[in-house]
């Protein structure tokens, strides 16, 4: 009884695990089983200890492989141009016994548009990673060839029918297997029982790439963890009226303390908010981002704004704006009453986050506020909009790409 307790509770934990990554990172999905025997993988591009170490799966990186020395798994990157986002997909292993023989996938997550219990429809095994749902940023494994059907090991074949399991408390996250298989039925024992979750007939819409806007309660949901953001509208744009507070890599909490991201939400890179790695956009590397809205860290149907959108926001608050490109009012009307010494005439309601240096540092919460643009000045810089509390500035200016910044989304 105590081994199978142990057994049943070591099952839970890799569910868990499995869900609690965050999103927008790279995100494991669940594997319950796993092959044993001798492997061997192709030669590979780079090695790291574990898979949140991985780097970001970026156009740079596609069909890079890199080998996770804790899973002893590979992973390659596969990167949607079109979309502009990337995964690390499991590489398949060949047993040593029969390089002929394809392993199954025990932990990947089909593309299924519509999930139900009571639809009919034939699961293809060989549909490759780049046909995941989009957005969807979890690892999944990634076959060799076509033409396998079902999941090697599975009790019954498995069809486009899809079982599911939210935990709560657990945002942006959902894990889905095939009907039939072992996978399915390990979730269907433990979702309930064990781990407190909702069984369901596939994941929905709101673990996905995506967002809902409200404009009439002026407010913006990002599907990718929940969040829920104020939004307010400044001349003919739409602004988020919150900083974000989406998780990436290089991105933090003033002082390393979450409650601070509730209030003042995420400080990133340059690199980060734009949405691309350190060694292809950060300090010392010039990226040129080109024309054109950039998402970057941002929902979907948001993006990052550009210097000349800050410029706009300046000119509808206060009128005009210096060659300069400051404003010695627009500061104090950006500024939320609480915090500081603004007035909050329009909505924007900035607060005084401060800022991150590169060393680690966190300088200046309660005295200035520095938000990103999109727009890139040289290899080392990036212009931002700053704020200060002792004068009534808002100013255009060029940040060190190494530190971290507060980011507002703009509507496309």
């Known amino acids: ?14 569910l868990l695990a499995a869900c609690s990554s965050g999103s927008g990172t790279n995100s494991e999905p669940l594997e319950i089983s796993s092959n044993s025997s001798s492997e061997s993988f192709d030669d590979y591009d780079g090695e ?18 890199y080998y996770v020395e804790d899973e002893d798994i590979a992973y390659t990157c596969r990167y949607d141009e079109d979309e502009e986002t990337g995964e ?13 023989k394809e392993s199954s996938s025990s932990a990947r997550k089909p593309d299924v548009s519509s999930s139900s219990l009571e639809s009919n429809g034939d699961y293809d095994s060989s549909s490759s990673s780049d046909e995941t749902d989009e957005g969807k940023s979890s690892a ?32 942006g996250e959902c894990m889905e297997y095939p009907v039939g298989s072992d996978e399915a039925a390990q979730l269907t024992e433990f979702c309930v029982s064990m781990l407190g979750g909702t069984l369901g007939a596939g994941c929905t819409a709101s673990t996905s790439d995506s967002s809902v806007y ?33 998780v990436t890599d290089n991105s933090w909490c003033y002082n390393d303390e979450s409650d601070n991201c509730a209030k003042y939400g995420r400080l990133y890179t340059w690199a980060a908010a734009v949405g691309r790695d350190e060694d292809e956009c950060g300090y010392e590397h010039t990226c040129g981002l080109g024309s054109g809205d950039i998402r970057g860290a941002c929902p ?23 060659e300069y490109t400051s404003s010695n009012t627009a500061g104090t009307k950006l500024k939320s009453v609480t915090g500081w010494n603004g007035t909050n005439a329009f909505g924007f309601s900035a607060l005084p986050a401060g800022d991150r240096y590169y060393n680690g540092r966190y300088y200046d919460r309660g005295i200035s506020a520095y938000f990103w643009s999109s727009a890139e000045g040289d290899s080392v810089s990036a212009y931002d909009m700053r704020l200060y509390y002792d004068d009534g500035y808002a100013r255009l200016y060029d940040g060190d790409k190494g530190y971290g910044f507060s980011v507002r989304c703009l509507k496309d």
Request: charged share 30%.
């Open 1 to 14: 009884m105590k081994n199978l307790f142990l057994g049943l509770s070591l099952a839970a934990m890799a």
């Open 48 to 65: 790291v200890e574990f898979f949140d170490d991985l780097p970001k799966c970026s156009e740079k990186k596609d069909g890079k492989v």
């Open 88 to 100: 690390w997909v499991r590489k398949k292993k060949k047993s040593s016994d029969d390089d002929d």
């Open 140 to 171: 999944s494994e990634e076959p060799e060839s076509s033409g396998s059907e079902g999941v090697e090991g599975s009790s019954a074949s498995v069809s486009g029918e899809m079982v599911s399991c939210d935990i709560p408390g657990v945002m």
């Open 214 to 246: 409200d404009a009439m309660a002026n407010t913006l949901t990002d599907l990718r963890d929940g969040q829920t953001y104020k939004t307010v509208k400044i001349g003919d744009q739409v602004w988020m009226a919150e900083n974000l507070n989406f």
């Open 300 to 322: 979907k149907g948001w993006h990052l704004p550009s210097k000349a959108e800050w410029e706009a926001l300046i000119v509808a608050v206060d009128g005009s704006i210096t």
